[in-house]
């Protein structure tokens, strides 16, 4: 009775989120049944969760190290290729998996519409535990169960499925050009406006797949029907996001938003 009163009797799944935690939540006016929004970045080995207050804006809540994840920069092609996918990806529920190997998991959801489109393959691409990665985010043991409990608790108050959006880099303009020559800077040139549009908006961007690339913000000319991940993409032109920004707001990078999104895309080869 007494280790379960102290929380060691309970199943790591269960576990409630830390009282450090709840208290740092509170002082940024955050609850657990908040809708949660999740930004990886590998190059940094850093792991963002942000929550949804009654703004209806996102703010940073806590930014966790990674403990370990496997290949280098660029996005998973392949079954067993042991790379770490980059993308964005969305979770629900039933993605959840109290009973894994690797202590706590949740699965990104790979491959996407864009990754199919693609013909990239893979299964299991996880964020989970017990630091240690095949092709995963891997966390250590307690932090898992933080981040568990956290995105489980949104998931239980209503919130269907969060997004997760992994970036290679933080993609400020800066990082950016020092990795422009890297084979994988037309793909990268897809994400970033989907990185700069949450930057400015602190909301998750609209993200659509066609011509096997992601399209954000993109307001069709006519209604386009069923979009085809690869098939052409109808008319459009791009949703200019509008500046907000709050004194309280916790802000990890305040870098502006690019002017230059179509220019890239187009001057930089997709991969």
């Not at 660029?74 to 993605?95: A, C």
């Not at 209503?158 to 994988?184: I, L, S, Y």
């Not at 954000?216 to 907000?244: E, I, S």
Request: proline residues 7%; aromatic residues 12%.
């Amino acid at each position: 009775m007494m280790l379960a009163a102290c929380g060691q009797g309970i199943p790591p799944h269960m576990k409630p989120i830390p009282k450090e935690a709840m208290h740092l939540m509170a002082s940024k006016g955050m609850r657990n049944a908040d809708p949660i929004f999740i930004r990886i970045f590998k190059e940094e080995s850093e792991l963002e969760v942000w929550k949804k207050r009654s703004d209806g804006k996102f703010h940073h809540f806590k930014t966790y190290p990674i403990c370990n994840y496997s290949g280098a920069l660029g996005p998973k092609l392949k079954q067993g290729d042991r790379q770490s996918p980059e993308g964005f990806y969305t979770v629900s529920s039933g993605q959840l998996n109290p009973n894994s190997d690797y202590h706590l998991a949740f699965n990104l959801g790979f491959p996407n519409r864009f990754d199919r489109s693609r013909g990239y393959t893979g299964n299991y691409l996880m964020v989970h535990g017990d630091c240690t990665s095949a092709g995963c985010y891997a966390m250590t043991d307690a932090l898992i169960e933080e981040l568990y409990a956290l995105v489980r608790d949104a998931l239980a108050n209503g919130q269907d499925k969060f997004h997760v959006h992994a970036f290679p880099f933080r993609m400020t303009d800066e990082n950016f050009a020092r990795h422009r020559r890297n084979k994988w800077a037309g793909f990268w040139a897809q994400l970033k406006p989907g990185y700069e549009h949450f930057e400015v908006t602190r909301q998750v961007p609209d993200v659509q797949v066609c011509s096997r690339r992601y399209l954000v913000n993109a307001k069709f000319t006519r209604k386009p029907g069923k979009l085809r991940a690869d098939g052409p993409c109808p008319p459009y032109t791009r949703v200019t996001p509008q500046q907000w920004l709050a004194a309280n707001s916790v802000t990890p990078d305040q870098s502006p938003l690019s002017a230059k999104w179509d220019s890239i895309t187009s001057a930089t080869k997709t991969q």
